[in-house]
């Protein structure tokens, strides 16, 4: 199989971008522990990807790879992370997202174990729904799916292929593992991020509050 | 209709302060998923006003608008975010306001939605209620209004009015929806919604400790 | 009657050390609102100490003064702060005294509303009790007085007094207000501040937890 | 008796290693109070560590001092904390071992209090697991040893070496006290040192959240 060939420039940008935001996250405590891993779409074939293990806080360009949307590394003889292709299979099916990022927060793990029973956690009534592409009103009820955690990386893609069946979702959660939230580009993907933590937050702390 | 004149001086002087003490706010997470908007008072007709969708952590003088105290833009093409009415009814209504900030921290938040049913949330035995402007003892009662959150933002700024009406406030709350608080020039409003915003955790946390 | 003298180079030299330490303790939170004040000795009749009203975390030479014992100004125009008298009694009953902090952490709010009852506030059985001077182990019991709030200072300044009779400390809460901790220099104040506002913040959450 | 030859380069390495990270620890508050302590082993018989009673977050190379692998000064007249032992047992028993931390987070004290009775706080479930050496699926079951606080060191590290003949660990806790946490090398110990932190945490908010 030939290898698709790579914009060393656009690869070089796109690393850079990683690199930056990537620490930003680190900062917030989001990827403890050599955590979570972030990707642009380089085109429409592959993306670049922080290789897995490292200090997300300290990355430097060695530390980005190139993948396919199979999760296969292209010219590099680097083991990607087997959870590329929870990125790539966004890659693959949705021609506007160029952006996902796969953090791992404190709230995001809590949530992930108190509603993987329910199968979503449900936000209401609150102003950051608009953060949400396509949310125009804060009447809107937004449920994030949350799948149960599973080392067969495959199952859980063929999940999120369901739940993009059914409508527009910009993340999810999985059970004891973080969230995946995307965009059409870095600001977008960390806007949603960021309303997603804030919601996720506000719910569990209204657990504590509300009895 | 002719529009305000502006002095680019004096412009560029409030854009600089509040690019400032916004990334300042952003930085404490008061600001998630690029929601917020901070003003200051430019003259007896106009107010700079930050332009809505953007990360608070990083603006630029792009960033901030002019606005006339009916909320239109001036001198500009930029569509000024549907609650610059809030912002600019208070510069109307009363000359001694300079300075009106708006966040969405999540203590704001949660208090909001906790209290809209009450209408107001009480401090009360607080050495820091000295903080706001008038108060010289901390014997005082302070309520601080909350109102539901409600889309139609003439409804709301109606509501504010009424408020005015009754008393000297330096801030209110709407439902999910975070913080108005202001104050005679920037610093004085800054330390009216650090208070706002300790006084609100400490009313949260003692609803989890006092059981 | 005659001002005591003041050295100048002391004086420059202890108002460097209180901004960048009050730098410090105001970028952790503890300052909220241009709250708290800080003090260092200069000599056996007068302190260097913080005028009110400033926010802590931008102090400038000017922003310093110079009281006596009894919290009187010396050599300025500007007005000490009502809880100057909280400081120089420390100053004036004990020599090995040379620095004082009063903050307003959150964490130090809650206690002293919830344990201003009791009238103290006991830590047992934390290794953290050993950062007190003059503590060897940590099966010791520590118990933080609590006074009532109060606007009228002298009736504070009597209280702590009795407790000054009884045993050595090295802080005490106010009800609604914050903390008093010192030491005989800055380094030792703090560690001593550190460790009361861990202990703090230990009990508020065996609170939640412990049930 | 004489004293082991120390690597004067292998030192100063050392020194800078231990100087950096720990500054890194101190600003996320797990050193409060100059609480805590680090190490480098520097060959099979000495190991370098941080003096105690220094501030964590302003350490300089001459806060680093050598001990043997009984705990005992190198070259030096510093007196080592009484907690050296509990570094030096594992670098005398563990080969592979270079880097242990010694922590003391709020997490750490809390859990340590509220898990002694068990004798061990366990963790399920998490996909954080796999962040300690040798943990394969996030499904396996970890158990951290907490151990019961004593002023006697000796009888600590005979409870330590009870647990090492038991099973592969790379951590445990001290009741009251904080945790230590240990690795090949400091990425690694600080990755480990991470994944305890945020399990903790995530244990102690379940507690909160799921009643």
Redesign the interface.
Known sequence: MNSPAVDPARLAAAAAELIANTRDLAALGWT????SNFSLRLDGQTAAITVSGR?KGRLVPEDIMVVDFQGRAVGSDKRPSAETVLHTQLYARLPEVNCVLHT?S?AQ??AS??YAGAGHIRFE????IK?FRGQE???AVLDVPVLA?N?HIPTLAAQVDCLLDKKEIWGYL?????LYAWGRDM?EA???L??F??LI??E???????R
Chains 1, 2, 3, 4 share one sequence.
């Open positions: 403890p522990a050599t955590s200090d791992h404190l793990t809590l174990k108190l009534e609150y102003e950051l953060a009103t804060h009447e955690n080392q999985i059970e004891g593992h973080g600001a960390r806007r949603h960021d309303a933590e804030f937050n506000c569990l702390e209204m657990r504590k509050l509300h």
